[in-house]
């Protein structure tokens, strides 16, 4: 932590740091299917002003918090990061490849979003964060931190998160002392907590290399056979749903999640900002 954060609720901003250090495991297992581990190292984090070649990641928090906070990795991890979303594993030492900026963007909204979930539930009321730019923060540091993220093969990837006094100050207000998790085995170690246990579903293992029907849902209505014969070529159809409220992403025909609409590679995506527990999607689907 920073000089300046240690005068603050030290406490409050443990909680913070422990959240981000678990969000980015949990997010990256989801990318990537793959276990990983986040190792906080206490040290001075980059600033905003280091020359250093890589990739600055901000976003701007609303709601129950507010202010800016920043990530920066190294242009070789960026492009590590880049590669998991992709499914490439691209060598440090590789060129990159057109704007690979978007990718690695991506990768920290997936981080982004697992924080938010945890940090809603501790914050007082809503909380949200929204990707800002990638130019480096212009603000002071008022806490952060290095986080060195390892994964299979022994891959180590270091990220520096920064937060400026906005937001210490709103998450001192709002992440209650008594918010803080039990100390891991090893200090400064944050390791993926399992997915909680769905009832009858010990044998759940066996069931995770079925493939299931999955689609986006951006509306509906409902139409008389009459309508559908009248259909042809530039028939508008309008839908129950506006243009700005979340796509559905269903499988098996229930909706397990919402999301934006997102294009990565040329292709249609979603990015998920609303998801159910493990728990409660076995129980929709119904498996």
Same mark, same amino acid.
């Given at each position: 932590m920073t000089q300046e954060a240690s005068e603050l609720d030290q406490d409050a901003m443990k909680v913070f740091q422990e959240v981000w250090s678990s969000s980015i495991?949990? %997010?990256?297992?989801?990318?990537?299917?793959?276990?990983f581990e986040v190792r906080v190292v206490d040290s001075i984090p980059i600033s905003g002003s280091d020359e250093s070649a890589g990739v600055w990641v901000r976003f701007s928090a609303s709601a129950g918090m507010a202010g800016e906070i920043g990530f920066f990795?190294?242009?070789?991890? %960026?492009?590590?990061?880049?590669?998991?979303?992709?499914?490439?594993a691209p060598e440090r030492s590789a060129e990159p490849a057109g704007d690979f900026r978007e990718a690695v963007a991506e990768v920290f909204r997936q981080f982004v979003g697992a924080a938010s979930t945890a940090l809603k539930s501790k914050a007082k009321g809503e909380f949200e964060l929204a990707f800002s730019g990638f130019e480096p923060p212009s603000w002071k540091a008022a806490f952060g931190c290095c986080l060195e993220v390892r994964g299979p093969k022994g891959r180590l990837i270091q990220v520096s998160l920064i937060a400026d006094q906005g937001l210490v100050k709103s998450a001192i207000a709002t992440l209650a002392p008594s918010e803080i998790s039990p100390s891991a085995s090893e200090p400064g170690k944050v390791t993926a907590s399992p997915a909680p246990a769905v009832q009858g579903k010990e044998n759940i293992g066996l069931l995770l290399d079925i493939e299931l029907e999955a689609a986006l849902r951006f509306g509906e209505r409902e139409m008389l056979l009459r309508e559908i014969l009248d259909l042809n070529s530039g028939s508008v159809i309008e839908l129950n749903r506006r243009v700005d409220e979340p796509v559905e992403l269903l499988v098996c025909g229930k909706v397990v999640a919402k999301g934006d609409v997102v294009v990565l590679d040329g292709n249609y995506a979603l990015r998920v900002t609303q998801v159910g527990s493990a728990a409660d999607r076995m129980s929709t689907l119904r498996i």
């Open positions: 495991c949990q %997010a990256l297992k989801q990318i990537s299917g793959e276990d990795v190294s242009e070789p991890d %960026a492009l590590l990061l880049s590669g998991l979303l992709t499914g490439q």
